[in-house]
């Protein structure tokens, strides 16, 4: 027999607070999802708000640099004859550089050649001993060509 204090049945007192709770639960996730996307659309608007200024910054650069391009291109039109001037004096002294480079390896081999036959010349004091020698001998044969 269904309880009539109450007025209503026992199911749907039991469903009805089933359909409560699960109402709660979704309303708690509902919120957590609201503060979470709360959140990300926070995030993303600053975001938003430093691409838009960094834009707006390189849109000014461009248009100063865009300002200053005929004054740049008249630059280089008076300074490229003088670069080229540059390139053909690099290419001139490399190749001065170059010739360089064989004159010191032919003088090089020069100073070996002359350092083989400095080596193969007498020493100084065995030639001056040997002329003395000599002299010793010649003067005892005029000494006894004398006599």
């Not at 027999?1 to 209503?8: A, D, E, I, K, V």
Request: charged share 20%; glycine share 2%; hydrophobic share 50%.
């Amino acid at each position: 027999m269904p309880n009539c204090s109450t007025g209503l049945p026992r199911w749907f007192r039991f469903l009805f607070v089933v359909i409560m709770l699960a109402l709660c639960v979704v309303m708690v996730s509902q919120i957590l999802r609201h503060q979470s996307l709360s959140a990300e659309i926070a995030d993303l608007t600053g975001k938003l708000d430093t691409a838009q200024k960094r834009l707006l910054k390189q849109q000014r650069e461009m248009e100063q640099y865009c300002a200053e391009l005929p004054d740049v291109l008249a630059e280089l039109e008076l300074a490229e004859p003088a670069a080229e001037a540059a390139a053909a004096r690099v290419t001139e002294l490399k190749a001065q550089r170059s010739a360089l480079r064989e004159t010191v390896a032919a003088q090089e081999a020069v100073i070996a050649q002359l350092q083989s036959q400095l080596a193969a010349l007498p020493v100084p004091a065995d030639t001056s001993l040997q002329v003395d020698e000599v002299l010793t001998v010649l003067t005892e044969a005029q000494d006894a060509l004398r006599q």
